[in-house]
């Protein structure tokens, strides 16, 4: 009841006889002490004041000067969602309008001559109750339960609507957001800290919303924002607005440091719901991979971009379905420099794509991830490994690197599971398979996940960490894992030989082997042995 907000319980009372009024009004006045009552004669004067304002409860009389019976009830069909409406007759009702009333959602039918009144009060008080608790319901239907936006369902029935009302196409837009954060909190922190980061953020930005403008949470870290009658530039303004007020910290975590990635949609003439939700999302990825900016509107760029993904994502899953019989891998050289001789290769995954030939894993692999493929490629390339390792007359004398995904390591157990069935057949030497942990996998390394790298060791696999200065690395995953090797990645030596040189040096001091990756050339390789570094990896070979 309005009641709660300071506002009083309002009644509009339909009913041309001025004898029935009065004495239905007294009886009202029994049930709500405090409640405001109007009068209205006709359904004409009643529409009057529904137009002009709410009202919590409806009597309705069925017979009124401008309408009668089945007329009056279809006349405030409209209304039954929000309000409770009760009919009040002075007339016995049939069976065909009984139902036609209950089908349109009135909460109750009554009869003048025949209600007491304590019936009065009980009918009215539970027509009320019942009518509040069925818009909790929906709202709660259309809430989501942990910060209080619209949920998915809500958020998308909500923008059909936006398009569906717009009469200008490219003006309605979505601001796609996630929090790139996120689960470093949660893995630091924890998941409640994680939770009040998210209550916190979405605050911030429902504070900042113009005008229409609705939030809601499409699930985990992923939100959006609609925008009707907007365009680009006051999309691109609300997201950069937006983007500066969330890096403020919740008041009970003021060290936390809150980051988003931003996609923009814009409404297209053949753009319907799940478009424009598709088209934000890979505008807010794109700019969750360059790290320069936050923000990304999605453009004629993407969407061939887009094309183009689709057509991958069915010829990969095309190529699974066959036992990826367009896979091959090719075994680059790890060279160690003091002795100029290969001592290792990198099992490398190519994909022989359709349109542009021989492609390395790094082109593909959002793809295999997205397709959830990306953990089953990383046993087919661990089973391909241990073929070569367990070949009679030993072809392979060297060590065989095998990079998992991140996918992978986020559970080592199916990876853990196929280790075990290679030391049951007892073929190959387990120290000549080196399993390749990603950086960015390792600012935090869950407890199960530790007892599952403490299992690989304990069988005398070696462990390398991938990509480091190519991701957020951190010096403290070595208390957590033993690793015996370190891998470069290529970001690291585009910064310079200087740079490279004193990452070595500290690494080596960790007593960890150390290879610099993406050395194609004799020349190169020169200037990183002058400068202290053992061992390279990639096209380049000594003669």
């Not at 091959?328 to 190519?350: C, K, P, Q, W």
């Amino acid at each position: 009841m309005r009641e709660s907000d300071g506002e009083r319980f309002s009644v509009l009372h339909v009913e041309d006889n001025a004898i029935d009024a009065l004495a239905t009004q007294q009886r009202l006045k029994q049930v709500f002490p405090d409640a405001e009552v109007h009068q209205a004669e006709t359904v004409a004067a009643a529409q009057s004041h529904m137009e002009s304002r709410d009202f919590d409860l409806i009597l309705l009389d069925l017979n009124v000067p401008d309408s009668q019976g089945l007329a009056t009830i279809e006349a405030f069909a409209g209304v039954t969602e929000d309000t409770a409406v009760v009919v009040l007759t002075g007339n016995g009702i049939g069976r065909r309008v009984r139902l036609q009333i209950i089908e349109m959602g009135y909460q109750d039918f009554l009869v003048k001559s025949e209600v007491s009144a304590d019936s009065f009060r009980t009918a009215l008080g539970y027509a009320v109750k019942r009518k509040e608790l069925e818009r909790e319901a929906r709202r709660l239907a259309r809430i989501d339960p942990l910060t209080g936006v619209l949920n998915r369902r809500a958020l998308i029935s909500t923008l059909k609507r936006f398009l569906d009302g717009q009469k200008a196409p490219g003006r309605v837009g979505v601001l796609f957001f996630d929090v790139d954060s996120l689960k470093e909190i949660n893995d630091k922190l924890g998941h409640s800290h994680g939770d009040e980061v998210l209550r916190h953020l979405t605050r911030l930005v429902a504070s900042e919303l113009p005008g229409e403008a609705v939030l809601g949470r499409l699930g985990g870290d992923e939100f959006a924002v609609l925008v009707p009658d907007s365009g680009p530039r006051q999309l691109l303004a609300l997201a950069r607005s937006l983007d500066g007020g969330v890096a403020d910290p919740p008041p009970s975590a003021p060290s936390t440091t809150v980051r988003c990635s931003w996609g923009i949609a814009i409404q297209q003439p053949d753009s319907d719901a799940y478009s424009m939700l598709s088209e934000a999302d890979s505008a807010m990825y794109e700019a969750k991979k360059d790290r320069s900016r936050s923000i990304v509107v999605f453009d004629e760029l993407l969407r061939s971009q887009g094309a183009d993904r689709d057509h991958d994502d069915r010829e990969l899953r095309a190529a699974n379905a066959r036992g990826y019989d367009t896979f091959s891998i090719r075994l680059e050289a790890i060279v160690d420099l003091t002795s100029e001789r290969v001592v290792g290769h990198e099992a490398r995954l190519f994909w022989d794509h359709p349109r542009e030939g021989l492609v390395p894993r790094a082109v593909f692999d959002e793809s295999l991830q997205r397709l959830g493929h990306g953990a089953e490629v990383d046993l087919w390339l661990l089973r391909t490994a241990h073929e070569l390792l367990s070949q009679e007359g030993d072809p392979w004398p060297e060590t065989i690197h095998v990079s998992l995904s991140q996918a992978s390591t986020r559970s080592l157990a199916p990876v853990l599971a196929l280790l075990r069935e290679f030391a049951e057949a007892g073929d190959w030497s387990p120290e000549r398979l080196v399993l390749g942990i990603n950086s960015g996998c390792t600012t935090f390394i869950p407890p199960e996940v530790q007892d599952q790298v403490r299992e690989i060791r304990a069988m005398g696999i070696p462990l390398a960490l991938i990509g480091f200065g190519s991701q957020p690395s951190t010096f403290l995953c070595f208390s957590l894992v033993q690793f015996s090797w370190v891998k470069l990645g290529e970001d690291l030596l585009a910064a310079g030989l200087e740079v490279v040189t004193v990452v070595h040096e500290a690494l080596e001091k960790l007593r960890v082997g150390v290879i610099v990756t993406g050395v194609n050339d004799a020349g190169l390789a020169a200037e990183l042995r002058a400068g202290g570094v053992r061992f390279v990896q990639g096209d380049w070979r000594p003669a």
